[in-house]
């Protein structure tokens, strides 16, 4: 099978990488990553009309992408440059709208911010174990840490229905939020819903909802191989200038060899993520992802932390990248399924094949 990127996946990374360059520097990156709203309104604005939500929806629902490669080099040129905006709850927003059959326009525009509402406090991952439930048109329960609901127009929430699981829309001003912000940038919130008012859109949406997840899964492995790049682009070039006892530390072979094993754990990191992005659509898709975000969680941590340990005391300061980009890398482990998450649903389909 060719990998080679396709003509107009090398121009849309090209344009997104671009326009991360000239408008998302990293002293800006630090100015709104970390403060209400949590992302540069007017960059989402930008970002929409570069057409890069465009590209995760196939062209039946209004896009030009909706692939697995789509969505591959999106996320990592947004891993690349660490990039804060809420793209991760538009793309799984965007499947869920196109499983239901619902109009996209407003949100591949960027006009319509929508946020995604699946995990509970006990149940963060599992569809089965949902306590939200529904009664006619309203909803009543908690959901947890749902990225992105900061400034977010409209939730879609998992909840139950009898012996299905729905998907519901839920107007931002109907219902009660706790928002935060997060240690790696961005924002989460909990959402409350008491009674509110809701617009069941699917009635039976577990399969929307998993393949759902299995995108967003994707785009965080993308995300992390972009960041991992950064890392060890960065490190490389401390590596080069940082002089200890008259020469370079680059110089010392035993740093060599450490930087030899990141860079073979990256690349393995990278054709996994391949791999996965390859069978979306196709009965090994959930396999193939779970599969990718066990790996990268492991290799993600141990970038992190060889990042760290190789710059020494300067990779702890607020303004040099490589903290935050460690941050990112070990919260991404955590975000739609850890290590240990994954590995048990490769275990289940392989003992099911």
């Known amino acids: 099978m060719n990998f080679d990127p396709t003509d107009d996946r090398r121009m849309l990374a090209d344009s997104?990488?671009?326009y991360l360059a000239d408008n998302y520097g990293w002293e800006h990156r630090l100015?709104?990553?970390?403060?209400?709203p949590f992302h540069d309104p007017q960059k989402w604005a930008e970002m929409s009309e570069l057409g890069v939500l465009f590209a995760l929806a196939d062209e039946s629902a209004g896009g030009f992408g909706g692939a697995g490669f789509d969505i591959y080099t999106v996320f990592s040129e947004l891993g690349r440059a660490l990039c804060p905006e809420p793209v991760l709850p538009a793309l799984m927003a965007a499947k869920l709208l196109a499983?239901?059959?619902?109009?996209?326009?407003?949100?591949?525009?960027?006009?319509?911010r929508y946020a995604v509402a699946i995990g509970e406090l006990s149940a963060p991952y599992d569809l089965d174990e949902i306590e939200t439930e529904a009664s006619g048109d309203t909803l009543s329960g908690r959901k947890s840490v749902v990225y992105g609901a900061h400034g977010a127009d409209t939730f879609l929430v998992a909840a139950r229905n009898g012996d299905t699981i729905g998907l519901y829309a839920v107007a931002a001003d109907a219902a009660r939020l706790t928002t935060y912000?997060?240690?790696?940038?961005?924002s989460a919130a909990e959402l409350f819903l008491e009674d509110t008012p809701a617009r069941c859109i699917l009635s039976d949406a577990a399969a929307a909802f998993a393949d759902a997840q299995d995108a967003g899964a994707l785009a965080l492995c993308a995300e992390a191989v972009g960041a991992m790049d950064t890392c060890k682009d960065t490190l490389l070039d401390y590596l080069k200038t940082r002089k200890q006892f008259g020469k370079a530390i680059g110089s010392f072979q035993v740093l060599q060899h450490r930087m030899v094993d990141l860079t073979i754990e990256i690349e393995q990191a990278r054709s996994i993520t391949i791999l996965a992005a390859s069978r979306?659509?196709?009965?090994?898709?959930?396999?193939?992802?779970?599969m990718a975000k066990?790996?990268?969680?492991?290799?993600?941590?141990?970038?992190?932390?060889?990042?760290?340990?190789?710059?020494?005391?300067?990779?702890?300061?607020?303004?040099?990248?490589?903290?935050?980009?460690?941050?990112?890398?070990?919260?991404?482990?955590?975000?739609?399924?850890?290590?240990?998450y994954h590995l048990q649903r490769v275990m289940a389909a392989n003992q099911a094949a």
Do not use: C, F
């Open 16 to 18: 997104i990488s671009r």
């Open 31 to 36: 100015k709104i990553a970390y403060e209400a």
């Open 99 to 112: 499983a239901a059959g619902e109009d996209l326009t407003p949100l591949l525009s960027g006009k319509t």
């Open 181 to 186: 912000g997060l240690i790696d940038g961005g």
């Open 280 to 290: 979306m659509g196709t009965p090994e898709q959930s396999r193939t992802v779970s």
């Open 294 to 340: 066990n790996l990268i969680g492991r290799v993600a941590k141990q970038i992190a932390e060889e990042s760290i340990q190789m710059h020494g005391g300067i990779a702890m300061t607020w303004e040099y990248p490589a903290s935050h980009y460690a941050k990112r890398l070990i919260m991404i482990d955590h975000q739609l399924g850890d290590t240990d």
